[in-house]
Nanobody, 128 residues
Framework: QVQLVESGGDSVQAGSSLRLSCAAS????????TTWFRQPPGKEREFVAS??????????YYADSVKGRFTISKDNAKNTVDLHMDSLQPEDTAVYYC???????????????????WGQGTQVTVSS
């Protein structure tokens, strides 16, 4: 069983930066596809960024809406996955969730319903 705990959410002004962190326990994050999703108020959960497990090459994928502003990274020694967010905008306001799975195929990594493990979420609020 994998447990995920997010941290780092905050209320910030537009243009600010934040770093979210997801701490995993129960399994090495090296062997997990780890992904950040977000759920804006009144909307469905959406894909943000993913970093694949080492066995599939560890490649990184971003949603078009965050490409160039957000960076996902994995620290295998600490068993954490971070999401560094720059140039935050009001439309980035959401609850951010960390998700993980051990056996996804590439075509599934953007699909929230394919993940077995989820954190509790952390709130990011960006005001203009």
């Amino acid at each position: 069983q994998v447990q995920l705990v997010e941290s780092g959410g905050d209320s910030v002004q537009a243009g600010s930066s934040l770093r979210l962190s997801c701490a995993a326990s129960g399994r090495s994050i090296r062997n997990l596809d780890t992904t950040w999703f977000r759920q804006p108020p009144g909307k469905e959960r959406e894909f943000v960024a993913s970093i694949r497990r080492s066995g599939t090459g560890g490649r990184i994928y971003y949603a078009d809406s965050v490409k160039g502003r957000f960076t996902i990274s994995k620290d295998n020694a600490k068993n954490t996955v971070d999401l560094h967010m720059d140039s935050l905008q009001p439309e980035d306001t959401a609850v951010y969730y960390c998700a993980a799975d051990s056996s996804l195929i590439l075509s599934s990594i953007r699909m929230a319903n394919q993940y077995d493990y989820w954190g509790q979420g952390t709130q990011v609020t960006v005001s203009s």
